[in-house]
């Protein structure tokens, strides 16, 4: 009996945390959209009839760096569905050992 609890439980963290950063993902990949089309924007604002060539190097790059991020975000969502509780370990590892490097490097400054 106690074993299902905790099974279920690792599963109900699991699944928690899988939303919380598909939530993550989806929020960074809407800000990163927002800043490409508010620089593409500018882009074209500033440029204008000018600057042909620069225009479109810009937009061809702006272009790649929103696919890169779609393609890293789209990978990263396929990792959470489908290994719910080793992201969960991952990001509780990040977590413990970001604490840690705070506490040692606190630790230091206080002698």
Known sequence: ?????IEQQIHDTA???G?????YANGASSSAQ???ERGRRRIRERFGSHGNDYRRQLSHAAED???EANYQYR???RQVNRHP???V???AGTIGAFLLLRQAFRSRDED
Do not use: Q, S
């Open 1 to 5: 009996m106690r074993n299902r609890e």
């Open 34 to 36: 927002d800043l490409i």
């Open 89 to 91: 370990a991952i990001v």
């Open 19 to 23: 939303e919380r950063v598909r939530d």
């Open 65 to 67: 760096f929103a696919d």
């Open 75 to 77: 990978r990263l969502r």
């Open 15 to 17: 699944g928690r945390a």
């Open 85 to 87: 509780a080793a992201t």
